[in-house]
């Protein structure tokens, strides 16, 4: 078990590794010109040359990483070219917003998807599913930034119930803060519950068919019984697998939203660096991402690894 | 003797096609007396299996049941209170439990296996935790199960199909039931251990006066097990008698038809099946007269009128039949009559196939690199040799190498070591291309009919590839006529060329298979376990089929398979494995009159005979244990972990096969003097 653990956080690493290079590479292989975006394009051509050295433009790609993995290592990040400030104080301010959205939108998502879930698989086929398993399948086609926009057009803008933009954290000003999260959260976790809701829904309907709870009802254990200890509890194991992957979609989905509702988060921040090629934080947006989801692949497993007996065994 | 349940005209019904429902048990009534040991037999779609749940009320919405249940001890007709009341559940369980054929899914694999008996203890007794405890451990010791106190914490892919199977018997015992109701529930193990698990059963039914029903389609395991009978069939119960009468008296068309279908251990060599006719019933389109009509022997117009009334022709034998016993009994001899003879086998001295000290090993790798760590050495030093036109058995129950050792023989794998001679040539190691003259000669029939044919081709096509592939037909014409000829000789109409397998029955689709075998005119079929998978009274058309494919067309057969009595029926020689290695090997009727080794008498005690008279008087070998897995094979004889006679010479060295004369070889240091 400490072995599958170990080996586990080993491969988290490697895969942060792999992705640090490839986003690098890709980053680098940009058309666009780094010199011209950190200093402007009125300067003259031996100025160019010089500033081309400076930033080991000349070097070859493996080199420049091998400097740039040095440096994050160390903690030094890089100039932001946009800011002219450390990148880690740049991304410090923003990550927070980025962080506190995703994880609250999970935290929210994955009750409640499991709740609906659990409720149109014990009255399936009754009215209660038909109508939330309709609801779900519409919302989770809906992409979060149409519902965004729609949304801030009509309760923000018509109807001026709700500010349209800015945001504060809860321990600031928490009233402001509740008048603000509203919209962003709900345009966020609107996918998440679907999605959970339906996964949750199939993962308890294959659970009911299984031998085992026509055991359990054999025993005579009463219907509520059946449902708590042996179907959900198997049920919901596969669910925990999702969060990883639906945290991954969240931070991807906070990026429309960050910008549709001008959330000063990473997302914002993200889009502005590709804009303005500003390489320093676009590498380590991306980083930060990639790391961010990892961590979550990883707990995920763990979790697993604490729920379900057969993989600890194996 | 006190009824402790009684059903009255049960009906169970599902819905079907818009409002129509299909009616999966009709009108059946039995009782269940304190302390006998009650067989419930059919064929798949009998309803033997609903009927035992319409009983417990496990038939969930939109399934309905109608009729009366009385249970002792309780009020009324259960089946008022509902299937959640807490009457139902206090029955359900409490006072009948109730054990199911899938040992590997029917416990929850992610409680403990104490925490799922002890969940019964709580439920049925109100004991506190503690005191669940420690008689969910008490149960445990009870059915043989090694440091319960440990073992109560571990969870059930911990245990072996067997165990868990004493798992499930442990838990259902555990809550003082008076009835036990074993829905097939040693089918799906093997032979010795289905036989261990039947024997605590017995046992404990003894000890604890309870009452059982094995519910079951293995007449044999009834024969055996059972104090009385109910023999079902489309839903009815057909049958129902003590069990000497009933296998003495079989008086229903049905009964008399499975005891001549079924291959019998103790059977003479020369004995031909008697299948019946037709497929089993499908519960959507049964007839609403007599259920058996399009599948009779006995029938006449008369039996079309209406369902047959139950009646008793002798105290406590009851037939639901239109004819009455003197009918039955004038028809008998005439329909025995018709009984054909075993067609006539041509076993030349020419060697088909002889192998040479076969192996076969696995690699068995482990860790993130993927080291090689050892190897699973699943067929190891086999050799034997077949004669042209015999047919060779290979019995042996799961993990002994039997279907390794066939796909060797296909070359659908090379083999690590060892000769494989087919006619006089060595094919082990044969490259692809060399292969291609020899692999139209080798081919094989697969267990499952369902699996084995391309759902998307049609039979004809499934049927014609092998000529395309080989190239054994010059035109459109000449492959259409071989493919009508194919169909004919597996007995298929070939007007059926162009459907799917999805449109044919268990069985047909075996014959799709079989004439897909006989396509590129083989010299040997390789056969693995043809008919494990189709119904007792399927099983006997298909074996008679490959006997008379084999008189016709003087093909060899390799068969494999873990049911001792088909093998014995249907082939010349048998040998016996244990774990990758030949334990035995024998004419047939030798193996079965005079077995040597020990644990081919062990395997063939345990096949229990269809006959309780017969089987009443057989020696009974218990078995140590279960088998062991390859990987962890005993040192020296795989079999000394099992063995009562094992020395430590048979747990240091390996026994070399040894001739005892009368072509039987054994090999255990037993008889080495």
Redesign the interface.
């Known amino acids: 078990m400490t072995r599958y653990i170990l ?1 586990r956080i080993g491969q988290t690493l490697l895969i942060i590794v792999i992705v640090s290079f490839l986003t690098f590479l890709l980053v680098n292989l940009m058309p666009k010109d780094q010199v011209y975006a950190l200093y402007g394009t009125d300067i003259s051509q031996e100025d160019y040359e010089i500033l081309y050295k400076r930033l080991n433009l000349d070097k070859p790609i493996l080199y420049r990483y091998g400097l740039w993995a040095r440096n994050v290592l160390r903690g030094d990040w890089g100039i932001s070219y946009q800011y002219h400030m450390p990148v880690g104080e740049v991304i410090g301010l923003k990550i927070g917003v980025t962080l506190y959205l995703s994880v609250v939108s999970t935290l929210i998502s994955f009750p409640l998807g499991m709740l609906l879930g659990i409720i149109t698989a014990v009255k399936r086929g009754k009215w209660q599913d038909t109508v939330l398993t309709l609801l779900a399948n519409l919302t989770n086609s809906l992409p979060a930034f149409v519902v965004a926009i729609v949304m801030l057009y009509l309760f923000c803008i018509k109807r001026k119930l709700l500010p349209t933009s800015g945001f504060t954290f809860p321990w600031d000003d928490f009233p402001k803060h509740i008048r603000q999260i509203i919209m962003p959260m709900f345009c966020l976790s609107l996918g998440g519950i679907a999605g959970v809701c339906r996964q949750t829904r199939s993962s308890m309907l294959e659970a009911i068919r ?3 709870v ?10 509520n019984t059946i449902v708590k ?2 179907v959900m ?2 049920g919901l ?1 596969p669910i925990i697998t999702l969060i990883g992957g639906r945290l991954a979609h969240i931070v991807g989905g906070s990026m429309f939203v960050e910008n549709v509702f001008a959330i000063p988060g990473m997302g914002t921040l993200m889009i502005q660096s590709v804009n303005s090629v500003d390489v320093p934080i676009m590498q380590a947006c991306v980083m930060m991402t990639a790391l961010m989801i990892s961590v979550a692949y990883l707990v995920t497993d763990l979790l697993y690894l604490a ?4 993989i600890s ?1 194996k | 003797m006190d009824k402790l349940v009684e059903a009255k005209n049960l009906v169970t019904t599902f819905p079907y096609y818009g409002k129509r429902r299909l009616t999966a048990v009709d009108n059946v009534s039995l009782e269940l007396r304190r302390g006998e040991i009650v067989g419930l037999v059919g064929e798949s779609g009998s309803g033997k299996s609903v009927t035992s749940m319409s009983i417990l009320q496990l038939i969930l919405p939109p399934g309905r049941v109608e009729g009366e249940v009385h249970v002792e001890g309780m009020k009324g007709n259960m089946l008022d209170y509902g299937m959640n009341s807490k009457e139902a559940r206090s029955v359900r369980g409490g006072k009948i439990g109730m054990i199911f054929q899938e040992p590997m899914t029917s416990l929850n694999p992610i409680l403990t296996v104490g925490e799922q008996i002890q969940e019964n203890v709580i439920t049925h007794l109100g004991l506190g935790k503690e005191e669940a405890k420690a008689r969910a451990i008490e149960m445990m010791k009870a059915v043989g199960i090694a440091n319960p106190e440990t073992r109560y914490n571990e969870y059930p892919m911990q245990f072996s199909g067997g165990m868990r199977q004493r798992i499930m018997i442990a838990m259902v015992l555990a809550a003082e039931p008076e009835v036990l109701i074993a829905d097939e529930a040693t089918t799906a193990l093997d032979v010795t251990t289905q036989a261990q698990i039947l024997e605590l059963i017995k046992d404990l039914a003894v000890t604890r006066n309870l009452t059982v029903v094995i519910v079951t389609h293995n007449l044999g395991l009834i024969a055996r097990y059972a104090d009385r009978i109910y023999v079902m069939y489309g839903g009815h119960i057909v049958e129902a008698a003590e069990k000497y009468e009933l296998f003495e008296n079989p008086s229903h068309p049905y009964t008399r038809g499975l005891l001549t279908a079924v291959p019998r251990l103790n059977d003479r060599k020369d004995r031909r099946l008697i299948p019946i006719a037709g497929m089993p019933p499908n519960p959507a389109e049964l007839p609403p007269y007599c259920k058996f009509y399009d599948r009779c022997v006995y029938r006449e117009e008369g039996c079309k009128k209406g369902k047959a009334p139950m009646v008793e022709i002798r105290p406590g034998h009851f037939v639901r039949c239109c004819l009455s016993v003197e009918e039955l009994d004038a028809k008998r001899a005439e329909v025995e009559a018709q009984a054909e003879a075993v067609p006539e086998k041509h076993i030349s001295n020419e060697v088909e196939i002889e192998v040479k000290n076969l192996k076969m090993y696995f690699p068995l790798y482990r860790g993130l690199l993927k080291r090689r760590v050892g190897d699973v050495r699943a067929v190891e030093d086999v050799s034997f040799t077949v004669r042209k036109g015999e047919t060779l058995g290979i019995v042996g129950e799961s993990g002994c190498g039997k279907s390794t050792l066939a796909r060797c023989l296909m070359r659908a794998l090379e083999p690590q070591g060892g000769e494989i001679l087919f006619q006089g040539k060595d094919i082990a190691h044969l490259k692809e291309r060399e292969l291609a003259p020899i692999r139209p000669k080798i081919t094989m029939i697969f267990q499952d009919p369902f699996s084995s044919l391309n759902p998307r081709q049609t039979a004809g096509s499934i049927v014609g590839e092998p000529l395309k592939i080989n190239k054994l037909v010059k035109n459109r014409d000449e492959y259409d006529a071989r493919v009508n000829e194919l169909f004919r000789l597996v007995g298929l109409d070939p007007d059926y060329r162009s459907r799917v397998p999805r449109e044919f029955s268990g069985g047909q689709r075996q014959r799709i298979g079989i004439a897909r075998a006989l396509a590129s005119e083989p010299e040997i079929i390789i056969c693995d376990e043809p008919v494990s998978a189709l119904d007792v009274s399927i099983q006997a058309q298909i074996i008679n089929l490959l006997e008379d494919l084999q008189s016709q067309l003087g093909i060899t057969y390799l068969f494999i398979a873990h049911d001792l009595s088909v093998v014995k029926h249907i082939s010349d020689r048998i040998v016996v494995m244990y774990l990758g290695r030949v334990v035995e090997s024998s004419p047939a009727e030798r193996l079965y009159e005079n077995p040597l080794h020990p644990y081919t008498k062990a395997l063939l005690s345990a096949v229990p005979i269809s006959d309780p008279k017969v089987d009443a008087g057989r020696e009974r070998i218990k078995l140590l244990g279960e088998v062991p897995s390859v990987l962890d094979r005993p040192h020296g004889c795989a079999f000394s972990s099992r063995c009562q006679y094992a020395t430590d010479h048979c747990r240091s060295e390996v026994p070399q096969l040894r001739d005892m004369g009368d072509g039987q070889k054994v090999a255990c240091f037993l008889y080495n003097n």
């Not at chain 1, 729920?307 to 057969?310: A, K, S």
């Open positions: 080996n299984q031998d085992y026509r055991t359990a009802r054999s025993k005579g254990l009463q219907e200890r042996h509890r198997n194991v729920v379900d007996p057969r065994l």
